[in-house]
């Protein structure tokens, strides 16, 4: 999984890059948070298709997917593209998708955390729910956790260790050094990271930013550009079991 795509840098970052990434790793699932896209803030249907043709199979996303308005009829129509499961009931698009990939049944769920985030469902009795209505043959199962709070990550992957492949998190843009198998067999990262530009501050204009934390009257900050990067997870699942053998986290630097 790819974590955070923001603006531009990033979205070219993966544009180029994800054919020899899928092959170098030999992936057969290339999953990649969308929800920061489109100039930093959600998607729009021609980006979205542009990647899916170039080799990403589903996209999550959190809690910008819906700050531009042609996101809404689009992903009623897409089923890769992702939105938090949390959200209210008639939200346009679904937070889970399911499929097979080589001969195996597989499902992606997309949950946003509470704390310091928009008012939303409660994650925890969610995924339960998404996960008792797959049949038992689904047991490849990976989830993206939008969250901004360290620990509510944490809880999440122990709430759902052993009954999910995987859980990462995506939202902060910062990559954490905590992947780990946890004891029941769930694969584990806090974030994943941001794919995009490390010359500003999580992928935005650092003057922008810094305005907004000493002035009044700052604008919305604009996406930076230079010393670009792609963060990323790797994880390699035991299709009869479900559970995760290998979790490895890289970060590489991008030439433009």
């Not at 170039?54 to 992702?82: C, W």
């Not at 008792?132 to 620990?151: C, G, M, Q, W, Y």
């Not at 995009?196 to 935005?204: A, K, L, R």
Request: glycine fraction near 8%; include cysteine.
């Amino acid at each position: 999984m790819i974590g955070d795509v923001v603006a531009k840098p990033g979205r070219m970052a993966v544009l180029e890059r994800i054919q020899d990434l899928r092959e170098q790793h030999e992936i057969d699932l290339a999953i990649m948070n969308a929800e920061n896209l489109a100039g930093g803030f959600s998607v729009t249907p021609s980006l979205c298709e542009q990647l899916f043709n170039s080799g990403i199979d589903v996209m999550t996303s959190g809690n910008h997917i819906f700050d531009k308005k042609e996101a809404i009829p689009y992903i009623d129509k897409q089923p890769r593209l992702l939105r938090p499961g949390n959200y209210p009931p008639g939200t346009p698009g679904n937070g889970m998708w399911t499929g097979v990939v080589n001969g195996t049944a597989v499902a992606v769920l997309n949950l946003m955390g509470r704390v310091f985030m928009p008012a939303s469902d409660d994650p925890f009795r969610v995924a339960d729910e998404l996960l008792k209505s797959l049949p038992n043959e689904t047991r490849v199962r990976l989830v993206d956790i939008h969250a901004e709070a360290t620990s509510e990550k944490v809880a999440m992957g122990w709430y759902l260790d052993g009954r999910v492949s995987t859980v990462v998190g995506t939202h902060t843009h910062v990559q954490t050094a905590d992947e780990r198998i946890l004891p029941e067999g769930t694969a584990y990262l806090t974030d994943i990271g941001m794919t995009g530009s490390y010359s500003g501050v999580i992928g935005m204009n650092k003057k922008d930013v810094i305005a907004r934390f000493t002035t009044a009257t700052a604008r919305r900050a604009e996406h930076s550009t230079e010393q670009v990067r792609i963060c990323a997870v790797i994880i390699d699942v035991d299709e009869e079991s479900g559970k995760a053998r290998r979790i490895e986290r890289i970060s590489l630097a991008h030439e433009q």
